[in-house]
């Protein structure tokens, strides 16, 4: 059985329809009402969940709407708001400039930094490995 991965992220374009091409699944998770987030993810065909308070109680909803195992989701984080959610997925990532904390629970930690390729990285880390 091939692997649902859910990847959450602030996206770039061709490596989102990289993704896409692989049939790996995505979704902006954000806390933020800033109708930037939802038109981006729109230009981009992405799913998007804005202003959420709890990212966790978010993420856990979304993945039972759509059957996808908490397990076998991939996770962005860098701050102290992603905590809770990187705890519950089967692989949280952290970019290297990510709180302390985010990287102590992280599987995998990016040299890039946040913003400056982590979604270019860990594409290139999935197609590799």
């Known amino acids: 059985m091939e692997p649902k991965l859910l990847l959450l992220t602030v996206p770039m374009g061709w490596v989102i329809d990289r993704f896409r091409s692989l049939g790996i699944p995505q979704l902006i998770l954000s806390t933020e009402t ?7 993810a729109a ?5 998007v969940i804005t202003s959420c308070k709890d990212k966790k109680i978010a993420l856990e909803n979304h993945c039972a709407q759509k ?13 102290l708001n992603d905590l809770e959610v ?5 692989f949280p990532i952290a970019p290297v400039d990510a709180h302390p904390k985010i990287k102590k629970i992280a599987k995998l930690i990016t040299e890039a930094k946040g913003g400056e390729g982590v979604i270019k990285e860990l594409s290139d880390y999935l197609i590799i490995s």
Do not use: F, Q, S, T
């Open 86 to 90: 990187m705890k519950i997925v089967g």
């Open 43 to 47: 230009k981009l065909h992405l799913e």
């Open 34 to 40: 800033n109708p930037v987030v939802k038109a981006r």
């Open 67 to 79: 059957g996808y195992d908490l397990n076998r989701v991939m996770y962005i984080g860098n701050d």
